[in-house]
Protein backbone atom coordinates (compact mmCIF):
# COMPACT_ATOMS: atom_id res chain seq x y z
CA UNK A 1 0.00 0.00 0.00
CA UNK A 2 1.68 2.97 -1.51
CA UNK A 3 1.70 6.17 0.09
CA UNK A 4 -0.68 7.56 -2.38
CA UNK A 5 -3.27 5.09 -1.58
CA UNK A 6 -3.44 5.44 2.38
CA UNK A 7 -3.81 9.47 1.70
CA UNK A 8 -6.71 9.16 -1.18
CA UNK A 9 -8.58 6.66 1.11
CA UNK A 10 -8.11 9.00 3.81
CA UNK A 11 -9.03 12.40 1.95
CA UNK A 12 -12.59 10.40 0.97
CA UNK A 13 -13.12 9.56 4.53
CA UNK A 14 -12.21 13.34 5.51
CA UNK A 15 -14.78 14.61 2.35
CA UNK A 16 -17.44 12.15 3.75
CA UNK A 17 -16.89 13.02 7.46
CA UNK A 18 -16.94 16.37 6.90
CA UNK A 19 -19.75 16.12 5.31
CA UNK A 20 -21.91 14.31 8.13
CA UNK A 21 -20.42 16.98 10.55
CA UNK A 22 -21.75 19.58 8.74
CA UNK A 23 -24.95 17.36 8.54
CA UNK A 24 -24.37 17.13 12.25
CA UNK A 25 -24.04 21.13 13.11
CA UNK A 26 -27.25 21.30 11.45
CA UNK A 27 -29.10 18.73 13.14
CA UNK A 28 -28.09 20.69 16.33
CA UNK A 29 -28.62 24.36 15.25
CA UNK A 30 -32.79 23.65 15.15
CA UNK A 31 -32.83 21.44 17.89
CA UNK A 32 -31.01 23.98 20.21
CA UNK A 33 -33.51 26.63 18.82
CA UNK A 34 -36.47 24.06 19.62
CA UNK A 35 -35.18 23.12 23.20
CA UNK A 36 -32.99 25.56 24.39
CA UNK A 37 -29.76 25.39 26.39
CA UNK A 38 -31.45 23.39 29.15
CA UNK A 39 -32.61 20.75 26.44
CA UNK A 40 -29.44 20.05 24.90
CA UNK A 41 -27.81 19.40 28.12
CA UNK A 42 -30.91 16.70 28.53
CA UNK A 43 -30.26 15.46 24.88
CA UNK A 44 -26.30 15.58 25.50
CA UNK A 45 -25.85 13.96 29.42
CA UNK A 46 -26.32 10.07 27.93
CA UNK A 47 -24.18 10.58 24.67
CA UNK A 48 -20.91 9.68 26.80
CA UNK A 49 -22.02 6.29 28.16
CA UNK A 50 -24.03 5.61 24.86
CA UNK A 51 -20.01 6.47 23.36
CA UNK A 52 -18.60 4.60 25.78
CA UNK A 53 -20.17 1.58 24.81
CA UNK A 54 -19.98 2.13 20.92
CA UNK A 55 -16.41 2.25 21.54
CA UNK A 56 -16.47 -1.78 21.64
CA UNK A 57 -18.61 -2.05 18.23
CA UNK A 58 -17.48 1.03 16.61
CA UNK A 59 -13.78 1.43 17.50
CA UNK A 60 -11.98 -1.35 18.56
CA UNK A 61 -12.93 -4.82 17.01
CA UNK A 62 -13.39 -2.51 13.33
CA UNK A 63 -9.85 -1.26 13.97
CA UNK A 64 -8.67 -4.55 14.71
CA UNK A 65 -10.46 -6.37 11.71
CA UNK A 66 -8.87 -3.50 9.65
CA UNK A 67 -5.41 -4.45 11.18
CA UNK A 68 -6.12 -8.17 10.63
CA UNK A 69 -7.43 -7.90 7.22
CA UNK A 70 -4.94 -5.70 5.88
CA UNK A 71 -1.91 -8.16 6.93
CA UNK A 72 -3.48 -10.97 4.90
CA UNK A 73 -4.28 -9.06 1.85
CA UNK A 74 -0.78 -8.32 1.70
CA UNK A 75 0.38 -11.53 1.52
CA UNK A 76 -2.57 -12.40 -0.72
CA UNK A 77 -4.49 -14.27 1.78
CA UNK A 78 -8.27 -13.98 0.94
CA UNK A 79 -9.43 -16.80 2.88
CA UNK A 80 -8.19 -15.93 5.07
CA UNK A 81 -9.50 -12.22 4.80
CA UNK A 82 -13.32 -13.90 4.10
CA UNK A 83 -12.91 -16.11 7.59
CA UNK A 84 -11.66 -13.20 10.05
CA UNK A 85 -14.95 -10.84 8.19
CA UNK A 86 -17.37 -13.78 9.29
CA UNK A 87 -15.84 -14.38 12.80
CA UNK A 88 -15.56 -10.67 13.32
CA UNK A 89 -19.18 -10.04 12.11
CA UNK A 90 -20.93 -12.47 14.87
CA UNK A 91 -18.75 -10.78 17.67
CA UNK A 92 -19.05 -7.25 16.65
CA UNK A 93 -23.47 -7.78 16.11
CA UNK A 94 -23.20 -9.77 19.66
CA UNK A 95 -21.54 -6.98 21.34
CA UNK A 96 -23.99 -4.03 19.59
CA UNK A 97 -26.82 -6.38 21.01
CA UNK A 98 -25.55 -6.56 24.54
CA UNK A 99 -24.80 -2.74 24.60
CA UNK A 100 -28.41 -2.08 23.28
CA UNK A 101 -29.61 -4.33 25.94
CA UNK A 102 -27.94 -3.08 28.89
CA UNK A 103 -28.72 0.33 27.46
CA UNK A 104 -32.64 0.06 27.23
CA UNK A 105 -33.32 -1.77 31.08
CA UNK A 106 -30.79 0.15 32.48
CA UNK A 107 -31.56 3.69 31.86
CA UNK A 108 -33.52 4.28 35.37
CA UNK A 109 -30.59 2.66 37.34
CA UNK A 110 -28.34 5.24 35.21
CA UNK A 111 -29.76 8.19 35.94
CA UNK A 112 -30.36 7.34 39.78
CA UNK A 113 -26.68 6.12 40.15
CA UNK A 114 -25.12 9.57 38.20
CA UNK A 115 -28.56 11.80 39.48
CA UNK A 116 -29.02 12.89 35.93
CA UNK A 117 -32.84 15.01 35.42
CA UNK A 118 -35.56 12.90 35.30
CA UNK A 119 -36.52 13.67 31.79
CA UNK A 120 -32.55 12.11 30.74
CA UNK A 121 -34.37 8.29 30.79
CA UNK A 122 -36.44 9.40 27.44
CA UNK A 123 -32.94 10.97 25.87
CA UNK A 124 -31.51 7.41 26.78
CA UNK A 125 -34.17 5.63 25.32
CA UNK A 126 -33.73 7.19 21.93
CA UNK A 127 -30.63 5.59 21.86
CA UNK A 128 -31.09 2.52 23.59
CA UNK A 129 -31.04 0.15 20.05
CA UNK A 130 -28.48 2.20 18.15
CA UNK A 131 -25.35 0.31 19.72
CA UNK A 132 -26.81 -2.71 17.83
CA UNK A 133 -27.52 -1.46 14.23
CA UNK A 134 -24.02 1.03 14.76
CA UNK A 135 -21.98 -2.84 15.30
CA UNK A 136 -23.60 -4.07 11.95
CA UNK A 137 -22.20 -1.09 10.18
CA UNK A 138 -19.07 -1.24 12.21
CA UNK A 139 -18.36 -4.60 10.90
CA UNK A 140 -18.67 -4.02 7.41
CA UNK A 141 -16.63 -1.05 7.28
CA UNK A 142 -13.63 -2.20 9.16
CA UNK A 143 -13.64 -5.05 6.09
CA UNK A 144 -14.15 -2.63 3.77
CA UNK A 145 -10.72 -0.26 5.50
CA UNK A 146 -9.22 -3.62 5.62
CA UNK A 147 -8.89 -3.56 1.52
CA UNK A 148 -8.64 0.22 1.45
CA UNK A 149 -12.36 -0.12 -0.08
CA UNK A 150 -13.33 3.80 1.52
CA UNK A 151 -16.23 4.26 -1.02
CA UNK A 152 -18.67 2.25 1.36
CA UNK A 153 -17.82 3.53 4.55
CA UNK A 154 -17.66 7.24 3.38
CA UNK A 155 -21.58 7.00 1.71
CA UNK A 156 -23.13 5.23 4.88
CA UNK A 157 -21.73 8.05 7.20
CA UNK A 158 -23.53 10.33 4.50
CA UNK A 159 -26.85 8.44 4.55
CA UNK A 160 -26.23 7.75 8.63
CA UNK A 161 -26.60 11.54 9.58
CA UNK A 162 -28.63 12.77 6.89
CA UNK A 163 -31.51 10.17 8.75
CA UNK A 164 -30.37 11.66 11.96
CA UNK A 165 -31.15 14.74 10.50
CA UNK A 166 -34.14 14.04 9.15
CA UNK A 167 -35.93 12.13 11.38
CA UNK A 168 -34.13 13.37 14.78
CA UNK A 169 -35.12 17.01 13.81
CA UNK A 170 -38.89 15.78 12.63
CA UNK A 171 -39.66 13.90 15.64
CA UNK A 172 -38.18 16.42 18.08
CA UNK A 173 -40.94 19.00 15.92
CA UNK A 174 -43.35 16.73 16.47
CA UNK A 175 -43.03 15.74 20.77
CA UNK A 176 -41.95 19.55 21.73
CA UNK A 177 -45.84 20.09 22.99
CA UNK A 178 -45.18 17.03 25.12
CA UNK A 179 -42.21 18.90 26.83
CA UNK A 180 -38.55 18.87 26.58
CA UNK A 181 -37.56 15.63 27.92
CA UNK A 182 -39.67 13.98 25.04
CA UNK A 183 -38.27 16.40 22.25
CA UNK A 184 -34.64 15.53 23.69
CA UNK A 185 -35.68 12.05 23.47
CA UNK A 186 -37.35 12.38 19.49
CA UNK A 187 -33.94 13.74 18.78
CA UNK A 188 -32.18 11.18 20.19
CA UNK A 189 -33.89 8.43 18.11
CA UNK A 190 -32.76 9.94 15.41
CA UNK A 191 -29.15 8.23 15.92
CA UNK A 192 -30.92 4.62 16.16
CA UNK A 193 -32.75 5.70 12.39
CA UNK A 194 -29.76 7.20 10.83
CA UNK A 195 -27.64 3.70 12.10
CA UNK A 196 -30.58 1.38 10.69
CA UNK A 197 -30.12 3.48 7.45
CA UNK A 198 -26.60 2.92 7.31
CA UNK A 199 -26.58 -0.33 8.32
CA UNK A 200 -28.99 -1.58 5.36
CA UNK A 201 -26.70 0.68 3.26
CA UNK A 202 -24.22 -1.16 3.70
CA UNK A 203 -25.91 -4.70 3.84
CA UNK A 204 -27.07 -4.19 0.19
CA UNK A 205 -23.69 -3.09 -1.45
CA UNK A 206 -21.92 -6.08 -0.16
CA UNK A 207 -24.39 -8.88 -0.82
CA UNK A 208 -24.30 -7.00 -4.39
CA UNK A 209 -20.66 -7.05 -4.50
CA UNK A 210 -19.86 -10.18 -2.84
CA UNK A 211 -19.68 -12.62 -5.78
CA UNK A 212 -17.64 -10.30 -7.80
CA UNK A 213 -15.32 -10.04 -4.41
CA UNK A 214 -14.87 -13.85 -4.38
CA UNK A 215 -14.34 -14.09 -8.05
CA UNK A 216 -11.61 -11.90 -8.13
CA UNK A 217 -9.65 -12.59 -5.29
CA UNK A 218 -9.90 -16.78 -5.68
CA UNK A 219 -8.40 -16.23 -9.04
CA UNK A 220 -5.46 -13.93 -7.61
CA UNK A 221 -4.72 -15.74 -4.35
CA UNK A 222 -1.52 -16.92 -3.33
CA UNK A 223 -2.03 -17.84 -0.08
CA UNK A 224 -4.51 -19.64 1.53
CA UNK A 225 -4.22 -20.67 5.53
CA UNK A 226 -6.66 -22.91 7.67
CA UNK A 227 -6.75 -20.35 10.31
CA UNK A 228 -8.40 -22.01 13.17
CA UNK A 229 -11.78 -19.82 14.20
CA UNK A 230 -10.33 -20.46 17.97
CA UNK A 231 -7.45 -18.37 16.99
CA UNK A 232 -8.98 -15.62 14.96
CA UNK A 233 -11.13 -15.34 18.08
CA UNK A 234 -7.65 -14.62 19.92
CA UNK A 235 -6.35 -12.60 18.02
CA UNK A 236 -8.81 -10.48 17.11
CA UNK A 237 -9.58 -9.98 21.19
CA UNK A 238 -5.93 -8.89 21.57
CA UNK A 239 -5.89 -6.54 19.16
CA UNK A 240 -9.23 -4.94 20.44
CA UNK A 241 -9.04 -5.00 23.79
CA UNK A 242 -6.39 -2.13 23.98
CA UNK A 243 -7.56 -0.37 21.08
CA UNK A 244 -11.10 -0.35 22.97
CA UNK A 245 -9.45 0.43 26.27
CA UNK A 246 -8.18 3.32 24.34
CA UNK A 247 -11.36 4.71 22.94
CA UNK A 248 -13.21 3.69 25.93
CA UNK A 249 -10.82 6.16 28.09
CA UNK A 250 -10.95 9.17 24.98
CA UNK A 251 -14.81 8.85 25.88
CA UNK A 252 -14.03 9.16 29.63
CA UNK A 253 -12.74 12.87 29.21
CA UNK A 254 -16.64 13.38 28.02
CA UNK A 255 -18.34 11.09 30.53
CA UNK A 256 -15.88 12.97 33.29
CA UNK A 257 -17.51 16.54 32.48
CA UNK A 258 -21.03 15.15 32.36
CA UNK A 259 -20.80 14.20 35.58
CA UNK A 260 -18.40 16.31 37.56
CA UNK A 261 -19.48 19.79 35.46
CA UNK A 262 -23.17 19.61 36.91
CA UNK A 263 -21.81 18.48 40.29
CA UNK A 264 -18.86 20.68 41.01
CA UNK A 265 -21.11 23.84 39.05
CA UNK A 266 -23.71 23.78 41.66
CA UNK A 267 -20.93 23.19 44.03
CA UNK A 268 -19.52 26.40 43.02
CA UNK A 269 -22.73 28.19 43.30
CA UNK A 270 -25.15 27.67 40.28
CA UNK A 271 -28.19 26.10 40.55
CA UNK A 272 -29.14 23.07 38.48
CA UNK A 273 -30.27 24.75 35.75
CA UNK A 274 -27.34 26.96 35.65
CA UNK A 275 -25.29 23.86 35.28
CA UNK A 276 -27.20 22.38 33.08
CA UNK A 277 -27.36 25.36 31.08
CA UNK A 278 -23.42 25.47 30.91
CA UNK A 279 -23.60 21.98 29.91
CA UNK A 280 -25.55 22.46 27.20
CA UNK A 281 -23.06 25.57 26.05
CA UNK A 282 -20.56 23.02 25.83
CA UNK A 283 -21.55 19.97 24.48
CA UNK A 284 -24.44 21.63 21.94
CA UNK A 285 -22.38 24.51 20.57
CA UNK A 286 -18.41 24.52 21.61
CA UNK A 287 -18.05 20.27 21.30
CA UNK A 288 -20.00 20.02 18.05
CA UNK A 289 -18.10 23.13 16.06
CA UNK A 290 -15.17 21.05 17.62
CA UNK A 291 -15.77 17.89 16.22
CA UNK A 292 -15.93 19.10 12.68
CA UNK A 293 -11.94 19.47 12.11
CA UNK A 294 -11.18 16.81 14.16
CA UNK A 295 -13.41 14.19 10.95
CA UNK A 296 -10.01 15.07 9.29
CA UNK A 297 -7.98 13.48 12.17
CA UNK A 298 -10.62 10.48 12.28
CA UNK A 299 -10.77 9.96 9.01
CA UNK A 300 -6.39 9.47 8.86
CA UNK A 301 -6.30 7.46 12.12
CA UNK A 302 -8.84 5.17 10.26
CA UNK A 303 -6.68 4.86 7.16
CA UNK A 304 -3.10 5.29 9.12
CA UNK A 305 -3.65 1.67 10.46
CA UNK A 306 -4.51 -0.61 7.75
CA UNK A 307 -1.23 1.26 6.43
CA UNK A 308 1.71 1.06 8.93
CA UNK A 309 0.44 -2.74 9.44
CA UNK A 310 1.12 -3.86 6.05
CA UNK A 311 4.55 -1.66 6.33
CA UNK A 312 5.06 -3.20 9.62
CA UNK A 313 4.24 -6.88 8.46
CA UNK A 314 6.92 -6.54 5.70
CA UNK A 315 9.59 -5.01 8.32
CA UNK A 316 10.38 -2.35 6.05
CA UNK A 317 11.10 0.59 8.64
CA UNK A 318 11.78 2.79 5.77
CA UNK A 319 8.00 2.68 4.58
CA UNK A 320 7.05 2.67 8.05
CA UNK A 321 8.94 5.98 8.67
CA UNK A 322 7.88 7.63 5.68
CA UNK A 323 4.02 6.87 6.58
CA UNK A 324 3.96 7.77 9.56
CA UNK A 325 6.14 10.75 8.74
CA UNK A 326 3.20 11.90 6.07
CA UNK A 327 0.75 11.38 8.54
CA UNK A 328 1.77 13.58 11.19
CA UNK A 329 2.52 16.00 8.29
CA UNK A 330 -0.71 16.16 7.43
CA UNK A 331 -2.37 16.08 10.16
CA UNK A 332 -0.68 19.27 11.61
CA UNK A 333 -1.47 21.15 7.68
CA UNK A 334 -5.28 20.53 8.41
CA UNK A 335 -5.58 20.57 12.10
CA UNK A 336 -3.52 23.81 12.61
CA UNK A 337 -5.55 25.97 10.55
CA UNK A 338 -8.53 24.88 11.96
CA UNK A 339 -7.88 25.84 15.59
CA UNK A 340 -6.78 29.51 14.61
CA UNK A 341 -9.89 29.90 12.98
CA UNK A 342 -11.90 28.86 15.49
CA UNK A 343 -10.18 30.56 18.09
CA UNK A 344 -10.18 34.18 16.29
CA UNK A 345 -13.76 33.82 15.58
CA UNK A 346 -15.53 31.20 18.29
CA UNK A 347 -18.50 33.78 18.67
CA UNK A 348 -19.25 35.38 15.16
CA UNK A 349 -19.12 31.34 14.07
CA UNK A 350 -21.59 30.89 16.81
CA UNK A 351 -23.68 33.68 16.48
CA UNK A 352 -23.64 32.79 12.39
CA UNK A 353 -25.24 29.30 13.11
CA UNK A 354 -27.12 29.79 16.82
CA UNK A 355 -27.98 33.26 16.78
CA UNK A 356 -26.62 36.28 16.97
CA UNK A 357 -27.57 36.40 21.07
CA UNK A 358 -26.42 32.88 21.84
CA UNK A 359 -23.80 32.36 24.45
CA UNK A 360 -20.95 29.75 24.34
CA UNK A 361 -18.25 31.90 22.07
CA UNK A 362 -15.68 32.02 25.29
CA UNK A 363 -15.86 28.51 25.69
CA UNK A 364 -15.19 27.64 21.84
CA UNK A 365 -12.46 29.69 22.03
CA UNK A 366 -10.88 27.76 24.63
CA UNK A 367 -11.71 24.43 23.33
CA UNK A 368 -10.32 25.74 20.01
CA UNK A 369 -6.61 24.86 20.99
CA UNK A 370 -7.58 20.75 21.99
CA UNK A 371 -8.12 20.49 18.16
CA UNK A 372 -4.41 20.36 17.36
CA UNK A 373 -4.21 18.25 20.59
CA UNK A 374 -6.78 15.67 19.84
CA UNK A 375 -5.86 15.44 16.49
CA UNK A 376 -1.94 14.74 16.90
CA UNK A 377 -3.14 12.11 19.72
CA UNK A 378 -5.95 10.16 17.50
CA UNK A 379 -2.72 9.75 14.63
CA UNK A 380 0.04 8.81 16.86
CA UNK A 381 -2.38 6.28 18.48
CA UNK A 382 -3.03 5.09 15.05
CA UNK A 383 0.30 4.75 14.24
CA UNK A 384 1.07 2.94 17.07
CA UNK A 385 -1.74 0.67 16.89
CA UNK A 386 -0.41 -0.11 13.34
CA UNK A 387 3.21 -0.99 14.91
CA UNK A 388 1.39 -3.86 17.18
CA UNK A 389 2.12 -1.12 20.07
CA UNK A 390 -1.59 -1.41 21.00
CA UNK A 391 -0.94 -1.05 24.76
CA UNK A 392 1.09 1.69 25.08
CA UNK A 393 -1.78 4.49 23.96
CA UNK A 394 -3.69 3.19 26.64
CA UNK A 395 -0.94 3.76 29.05
CA UNK A 396 -0.53 6.98 28.06
CA UNK A 397 -4.66 7.49 27.72
CA UNK A 398 -4.39 6.41 31.46
CA UNK A 399 -2.48 9.33 32.41
CA UNK A 400 -3.91 11.67 30.21
CA UNK A 401 -7.67 10.86 32.09
CA UNK A 402 -5.81 11.28 35.35
CA UNK A 403 -4.66 14.74 34.07
CA UNK A 404 -8.20 15.49 33.02
CA UNK A 405 -9.50 14.52 36.32
CA UNK A 406 -7.46 16.71 38.73
CA UNK A 407 -7.60 19.82 36.72
CA UNK A 408 -11.03 19.80 35.91
CA UNK A 409 -12.12 19.33 39.34
CA UNK A 410 -10.13 22.04 40.75
CA UNK A 411 -10.91 24.85 38.15
CA UNK A 412 -14.24 23.78 38.10
CA UNK A 413 -15.48 25.59 41.41
CA UNK A 414 -13.01 28.75 40.42
CA UNK A 415 -13.77 31.67 38.53
CA UNK A 416 -13.10 30.21 34.91
CA UNK A 417 -16.79 27.62 36.13
CA UNK A 418 -17.27 25.85 32.43
CA UNK A 419 -13.47 26.64 31.14
CA UNK A 420 -12.04 24.28 34.25
CA UNK A 421 -13.59 21.75 32.03
CA UNK A 422 -12.15 22.69 28.82
CA UNK A 423 -8.97 23.11 30.35
CA UNK A 424 -8.62 20.22 32.14
CA UNK A 425 -9.21 18.05 28.65
CA UNK A 426 -6.43 20.74 26.89
CA UNK A 427 -4.33 19.51 29.63
CA UNK A 428 -5.02 15.48 29.32
CA UNK A 429 -5.02 15.38 25.15
CA UNK A 430 -1.19 17.51 24.93
CA UNK A 431 0.36 14.83 27.57
CA UNK A 432 -1.40 11.75 25.70
CA UNK A 433 -0.05 13.77 22.54
CA UNK A 434 3.36 13.87 23.67
CA UNK A 435 3.89 10.53 25.30
CA UNK A 436 2.63 8.94 21.65
CA UNK A 437 5.15 10.83 20.28
CA UNK A 438 8.03 9.87 22.54
CA UNK A 439 7.10 6.27 21.69
CA UNK A 440 7.17 6.08 18.38
CA UNK A 441 10.76 8.21 18.28
CA UNK A 442 12.10 5.59 20.63
CA UNK A 443 10.74 2.88 18.75
CA UNK A 444 11.16 3.71 14.92
CA UNK A 445 13.82 6.35 15.24
CA UNK A 446 11.46 8.73 13.70
CA UNK A 447 12.62 11.92 12.35
CA UNK A 448 10.41 15.53 11.78
CA UNK A 449 11.77 18.27 10.14
CA UNK A 450 11.51 20.69 12.19
CA UNK A 451 10.91 23.39 9.34
CA UNK A 452 8.93 21.70 7.10
CA UNK A 453 6.17 19.82 9.20
CA UNK A 454 6.36 22.81 12.18
CA UNK A 455 7.70 25.84 11.50
CA UNK A 456 6.13 26.19 7.54
CA UNK A 457 2.45 25.55 9.05
CA UNK A 458 2.93 27.94 11.80
CA UNK A 459 4.22 30.63 9.55
CA UNK A 460 0.81 29.82 7.22
CA UNK A 461 -1.02 30.20 10.16
CA UNK A 462 0.54 33.18 11.61
CA UNK A 463 -0.40 35.23 7.99
CA UNK A 464 -3.85 33.32 7.57
CA UNK A 465 -4.40 34.27 11.22
CA UNK A 466 -3.86 38.33 9.96
CA UNK A 467 -6.03 38.05 6.96
CA UNK A 468 -8.86 36.85 8.63
CA UNK A 469 -8.65 39.42 11.23
CA UNK A 470 -8.03 42.43 9.18
CA UNK A 471 -11.10 41.04 6.55
CA UNK A 472 -13.25 40.54 9.39
CA UNK A 473 -13.22 44.07 10.69
CA UNK A 474 -13.12 45.93 7.44
CA UNK A 475 -16.04 44.15 6.14
CA UNK A 476 -17.83 44.69 9.26
CA UNK A 477 -17.29 47.98 9.29
CA UNK A 478 -18.10 48.70 5.90
CA UNK A 479 -21.14 46.71 5.61
CA UNK A 480 -22.45 46.04 9.16
CA UNK A 481 -23.22 42.19 9.20
CA UNK A 482 -21.39 40.12 11.28
CA UNK A 483 -22.40 37.11 9.21
CA UNK A 484 -21.00 38.23 5.74
CA UNK A 485 -18.17 39.28 7.85
CA UNK A 486 -17.65 35.82 9.29
CA UNK A 487 -18.26 34.09 6.20
CA UNK A 488 -15.89 36.29 3.99
CA UNK A 489 -13.43 35.52 6.78
CA UNK A 490 -13.46 32.30 6.75
CA UNK A 491 -13.28 32.00 2.70
CA UNK A 492 -10.29 34.06 2.35
CA UNK A 493 -8.28 32.63 5.52
CA UNK A 494 -8.69 29.25 3.64
CA UNK A 495 -7.42 30.55 0.33
CA UNK A 496 -4.53 32.14 2.21
CA UNK A 497 -3.24 29.26 4.11
CA UNK A 498 -3.50 26.68 1.60
CA UNK A 499 -2.66 29.32 -0.95
CA UNK A 500 1.42 29.71 1.15
CA UNK A 501 1.14 25.86 1.41
CA UNK A 502 1.13 25.41 -2.32
CA UNK A 503 3.24 28.16 -3.17
CA UNK A 504 5.94 27.14 -0.14
CA UNK A 505 6.30 23.53 -1.66
CA UNK A 506 5.08 21.84 1.29
CA UNK A 507 2.90 19.40 0.43
CA UNK A 508 5.18 17.62 -2.13
CA UNK A 509 4.18 16.79 -5.60
CA UNK A 510 2.44 13.42 -5.11
CA UNK A 511 0.50 14.62 -2.58
CA UNK A 512 -0.99 17.72 -4.44
CA UNK A 513 -1.86 15.43 -6.93
CA UNK A 514 -3.81 13.20 -4.55
CA UNK A 515 -6.09 16.48 -2.98
CA UNK A 516 -6.70 17.46 -6.45
CA UNK A 517 -8.36 14.37 -7.81
CA UNK A 518 -10.30 14.88 -4.93
Not at 178 to 194: E, H, M, Q, R
Not at 239 to 265: F, Q
Not at 324 to 339: D, F, K, R, W, Y
Amino acid sequence: MSNKKFIKGAAILAIAGLMAKFLGVFFKIPLQRLIQDEGMGIFGLPYPIYTIMLSISIIGLPAAVSKMISERMAIRDYEGVRRVFRVSFVIITFVGMLSSFLLYFGAKHIIILLEWPEDTYYSIMGLALAPFFVSIMSAFRGYFQGMQIMTPTAVSQIIEQIGRVVIGVGLAYMYIDKGIGYAAGAASFGATAGAFLGALLLLAYYFRKRKSFISKYSMSSSTITQEKIPSIVKNLIWLAIPITIGAILSSVMGLIDSITVPTRLMQGGYTSEGATILYGRLTGKAVTLMNVPLTFSMAMAASLVPAISEANSKRNLQELREKANTGIQITILIALPATVGLFLLSSPIIHLLWGKTEAGGEILQVLALNVLFISLAQTLTSILQGMNRVFVPVRNLLIGVGIKIIVSYFLLVTHLNIIGAVIGSICGYGVVMLLNYIEIKKTIGLKISIKEVVLKPILAALIMAIVVIYTFNIIYIKINSEAMATLIAILMGMITYFGIILLTNIIKPHHKKIILKQ
